[in-house]
């Protein structure tokens, strides 16, 4: 896929990682996972357990039950059997992508969250604020004072 035009924002983090998903198939896999990740990675989980954070939501995603079924039946749905009946393959791919997925939106997260707090901070400014009005007439107030 050389056109990377339509590719939507919410994914633009994963293909800067080159996590290319050529399968349609694993697409709503994915949105599930996605989905998994988002509802545990909250600013109240992370204010309960602040140094297992990571930890305990790469592992709620890696043991939903749902998903691994899901991910295990659509992989025998497009890979050669024997392939496909060696749990250690199928557990390990389930496993690198499942984190891999957990790590990324995770990222987008705090990344949103320090975001959020240097824009309170006002460290931060809007993309629709003009920067260089903004840096004059910080110039200009600091060579008044």
Known sequence: MKDKSNIPESLETLDKGNLKFPRTELLSFLRSVDNEVR????????????????????????????LEMDF?????AIVEADVAS??????????????KLANTRINEFMNARMERKLKIQ???VDIDEMLRPRLKAYAMATKHK
């Open 72 to 76: 295990r039946l659509i992989v025998a």
């Open 122 to 124: 006002g460290k931060v």
């Open 86 to 99: 060696d749990a250690t393959i199928v557990n390990g791919l389930y496993r690198a992508l499942v984190s």
């Open 39 to 66: 509802e545990f990675a909250t600013d109240s989980n992370l204010r309960k357990y602040p140094s297992k954070f990571l930890t305990m939501c790469q592992n709620a995603v890696l043991n939903n039950e749902t």
